[in-house]
């Protein structure tokens, strides 16, 4: 079955890039939307934005101005750049498919990212 | 603030079922019939329960069931359970420039 896996940093510097990829196996990545969301802690679950195989592109726009996604067919994975981190943007970060119009039926891992000094 | 609004927690002895509430607006809940639950145990990813309102994915219990009632979706559980002791999370489609909203989530304790 289709399996996600979050990968990057887990400590990034204030006014510094976040990148994160997400692998994709056990299937392809295309003909589906995929998403990152986040979860800071004590908090609840804030979705980032989708993407899709064609690079099509839709983003919260609390995060937009910030924002950066890209996607591989050739390596099957997707990422994500957050420019200009705070400590706000410590959390963490999940990626997951998108089944329909907006449910997420695999979700990875998740990775934790702490934004500091 | 959670666009979508779920109470903070519920409780439930077991064998009864619970009822989890998620209020939104004619935005999302109330537009579309494009309501997810989600379950969520501490330390480990979102686990698919609900699309669609109603339809759960292969392999969910049919101790959970969603319903919606203009711009509030529930999610049932019932028969609880111990295993059942996690945070739920709504999420919906919405026109507005934010696709995706979220509840604020709710901590379900099986007494």
């Known amino acids: 079955q289709v399996q996600l896996q979050e990968s990057g940093p887990g400590l990034v510097k204030p006014s510094e890039t976040l990148s994160l990829t997400c692998t994709v196996s056990?299937?392809?990545?295309?003909?589906?939307?995929w998403s990152w969301i986040r979860q800071p802690p004590g908090k609840g679950l804030e979705w980032i934005g989708f993407?899709?195989?064609?690079?099509?592109?839709t983003y919260n726009p609390s995060l937009r101005s910030r924002i950066t996604t890209s996607l591989d067919t050739s390596k099957n994975q997707f990422s994500l750049n957050l420019t200009s981190v705070t400590a706000a943007d410590t959390a963490v970060y999940y990626c997951?498919?998108?089944?329909?119009?907006?449910?997420?039926?695999?979700w990875g891992k998740g990775t934790t990212v702490t934004v500091s000094s | 603030q959670s666009a979508l609004t779920q109470p903070a927690s519920v409780s439930g002895s077991p064998g009864q079922s619970i009822t989890i509430s998620c209020t939104g607006t004619?935005?999302?809940?109330?537009?579309?019939?494009?309501v997810s639950w989600y379950q969520k145990y501490p330390g480990k990813a979102p686990k698919l329960l609900i699309f669609?309102?109603?339809n759960r994915p292969s392999g969910v219990s049919h101790r959970f069931s969603g319903s919606k009632s203009g711009h509030t979706a529930s999610l049932t559980i019932s028969g609880l359970q111990a295993e059942d002791e996690a945070d739920y999370y709504c999420?919906?489609?919405?026109?507005?420039?934010?696709?995706?909203?979220f509840g604020g989530g709710t901590k379900l304790t099986v007494l």
């Open positions: 997951a498919r998108i089944s329909g119009l907006s449910d997420m039926d695999v």
């Open positions: 056990g299937g392809s990545i295309n003909s589906y939307y």
């Open positions: 993407i899709y195989y064609s690079d099509s592109t």
């Open positions: 004619s935005s999302d809940i109330g537009g579309y019939n494009y």
């Open positions: 669609d309102i109603s």
């Open positions: 999420s919906s489609y919405s026109s507005s420039s934010t696709r995706v909203v």
